[in-house]
């Protein structure tokens, strides 16, 4: 976030990508890119491992709700100067990349590499730290949680009401004959219940609407400004305008 050049190059301390992606990730940027993401093709760390973060790439994507996710992606790369300075004015606290250059429309590109086991050292992210980095990068971005909630809550409710109607179809038809047993005490609380998830899940679309109020975000990335002024026009000046954004 501190660094001064035209572009920024992070990589992990622990040599696991590679430093020949480097001229990779240069090559990559003098061409146009604005970002340039160092995606793992493999790895040589823990097999299992590896199908667990396979797995959070499935679900992230799925609930990401169409956003382009980059797979395998976890932060490496070449970031250009326009790109740091837009993360800087985020009121972000814990800005995801992810989801920050999956949403703007940046010039993205990627070089794949293979992961290296780490040299030496232990990781400080344990198996906790990953689940936390995992569940607060899918709620920054995922809308589709508290609407599969609102869903699923309305189809219980339903479901709830067409069963109340078929127990008092067969009351009155059987009368005294039918045994009902505790079948209406738990048709109402399963509409109870169900009336609680669609609130629930309408509050969490309402949470999701500040956050991203919240986190005042750009609306596009202009790359180039043509025939504005900063200062205020000659209302009787008919100019053209142009704006090239992406």
């Known amino acids: 976030m501190e660094a001064g050049g035209d572009c920024t190059i992070s990589i992990p301390a622990d040599f696991q990508v590679p430093v020949e ?3 990779k990730l240069v090559h990559e940027w003098e061409q146009g890119a604005a970002i340039v993401c160092a995606v793992k093709q493999g790895s040589k760390e823990n097999v299992l491992m590896w199908k667990v973060r396979q797995l959070f790439y499935y679900i992230y994507k ?3 709700g169409g956003i382009h996710v980059i797979h395998n992606f976890t932060g490496s790369g070449l970031y250009d100067k326009k790109f740091i300075n837009m993360l800087k004015e985020l009121n972000d606290p814990l800005p995801s990349l992810m989801q920050v250059i999956a949403t703007h429309g940046w010039n993205i ?3 794949p590499y293979m992961e290296h086991k780490r040299k030496s050292g232990k990781t400080k992210n344990g198996f906790a730290d990953l689940v936390n980095i995992a569940v607060m990068r899918i709620t920054n971005v995922s809308t589709v949680i508290p609407r599969m909630i609102t869903f699923f809550g309305v189809f219980i409710a339903l479901c709830s ?5 078929f127990y008092i179809t067969l009351k009155l038809l059987l009368g005294t004959g039918f045994s009902s047993g505790l079948l209406p005490i738990l048709l109402g609380v399963f509409f109870m219940g169900s009336v609680q998830l669609i609130f629930l899940g309408m509050l969490g679309e309402y949470i999701m609407k500040i956050n ?6 750009p609306l596009v990335i202009e790359e180039e400004r043509i025939n ?10 008919h100019q053209c305008r142009i704006q090239i954004w992406k």
């Open 62 to 64: 799925k609930l990401s």
């Open 109 to 111: 590109k990627e070089v």
């Open 21 to 23: 992606t480097i001229p």
């Open 161 to 165: 009401m067409f069963l109340t109607l």
């Open 212 to 217: 991203i109020r919240l986190m005042n975000r």
């Open 228 to 237: 504005f002024k900063d200062d205020k026009e000659n209302d009787n000046e």
